[in-house]
């Protein structure tokens, strides 16, 4: 699906295919914190915990930002403890990920099938997990909660959006999905996704 849809926000958690083994893994955004004062950026350069880096907004202002992973760490920023006066761990909780609004989309995949746990850069909707082809288009859900949306609106000959949960994700499927030649196609790729 691609247009408009491409600038709706990303939920913070989507599922991925696992790098590793194909299976459905779990990706979660990282969280940048605007760095106050330029004597800080040594700590947070040299933090384990940590990624720096030198972000420009659209203005062209340049601004320092730390970017934690809390999905490398169980999906906590209890992970968090000294830090330069000013900060919290708390500032890293869901902060401001870093989705297409500053160029990245990185984050951390956690694959429960083989134990994989580590930094991954997303590229959506190539990674989604819930994708499927359909006369050389791609139909993708961000996760299996609004698939089974996606699932049960292409298989509802009424198609009340007001009766979904992912209603604004709905909006923008593209027709060539809702056609009734498409609908059989769809819903039993979804359903073999859905089961797995």
């Not at 995949?109 to 909707?125: E, M, T, Y």
């Amino acid at each position: 699906m691609t247009g408009t849809y491409d600038w709706n926000p990303m939920p913070h958690f989507v599922d991925v295919r696992c790098p590793s083994c194909s299976a459905r893994a779990t990706f979660e955004f990282a969280e940048v914190v605007k760095i106050r004062l330029k004597n800080d950026v040594p700590f947070f350069q040299k933090s384990k915990l940590f990624d720096y880096q030198l972000f420009q907004d659209s203005c062209g202002h340049r601004w320092h930002g730390a970017i934690f992973y809390a999905g490398l760490h169980a999906g906590s920023v209890a992970a968090i403890r000294s830090l330069p006066e000013g900060y919290t761990p708390e500032n890293w909780a869901h902060s401001r990920y870093l989705y297409r609004s500053h160029g990245l989309d990185i984050g951390s995949v956690n694959c429960s099938s083989c134990g994989l746990i580590q930094k991954h850069d997303l590229d959506w909707p190539s990674d989604a997990f819930f994708s499927i082809q359909y006369k050389g288009q791609e139909l993708w859900a961000f996760n299996q909660e609004s698939a089974k949306d996606l699932r049960d609106f292409i298989a509802d000959i009424a198609r009340d959006i007001d009766d979904y949960k992912w209603r604004h994700f709905l909006l923008h499927i593209p027709s060539i999905f809702k056609k009734r030649g498409a609908r059989e196609h769809v819903v039993k790729h979804l359903n073999r996704l859905l089961d797995y």
